[in-house]
């Protein structure tokens, strides 16, 4: 089993490459077909509720989806994005159990 906690879905900032930009059906297929077993979703600066249950959905309990985000931290460089989240209000979804700064973890369940 392999687990792999660093992982990208989209192109989330300047220089990311286009190939970054994936389906939730593209990207459960590629993992389907590794030995990886645990992933968690890393996109710089960015977290995207819908797409995360999106893949979660499409990879049926064969792989275990961890919500996450890299952050960049930086002094006012072009390049970096501010931190973005795409999620509901937390009352909005019965798996919300963190908000902090508009960004939201849904505990799995």
Same mark, same amino acid.
């Given at each position: 089993?392999?687990?792999?906690?660093?992982?990208?879905?989209?192109?989330?900032?300047?220089?990311?490459? #286009?190939?970054?930009?994936?389906?939730?059906?593209?990207?459960?297929?590629?993992?389907?077909?590794?030995?990886? #077993?645990?992933?968690?979703?890393?996109?710089?600066?960015?977290?995207?509720?819908?797409?995360?249950?999106?893949?979660?959905?499409?990879?049926?309990?064969?792989?275990?989806?961890?919500?996450? &985000?890299?952050?960049? &931290?930086?002094?006012?460089?072009?390049?970096?994005?501010?931190?973005?989240?795409?999620?509901?209000?937390?009352?909005?979804?019965?798996?919300?159990?963190?908000?902090?700064?508009?960004?939201?973890?849904?505990?799995?369940?």
């Amino acid at each position: 089993m392999k687990i792999d906690i660093h992982v990208h879905t989209r192109k989330t900032k300047i220089g990311d490459s #286009k190939a970054r930009d994936v389906t939730p059906e593209q990207f459960a297929r590629t993992v389907l077909s590794t030995d990886v #077993k645990i992933l968690a979703i890393t996109n710089h600066n960015a977290f995207d509720l819908a797409q995360y249950e999106e893949i979660t959905k499409q990879v049926d309990g064969a792989v275990q989806v961890w919500p996450g &985000v890299e952050l960049d &931290v930086c002094c006012h460089r072009p390049d970096r994005v501010p931190f973005s989240a795409e999620s509901p209000e937390p009352g909005d979804h019965p798996g919300v159990k963190v908000a902090v700064g508009g960004f939201r973890v849904e505990a799995g369940g």
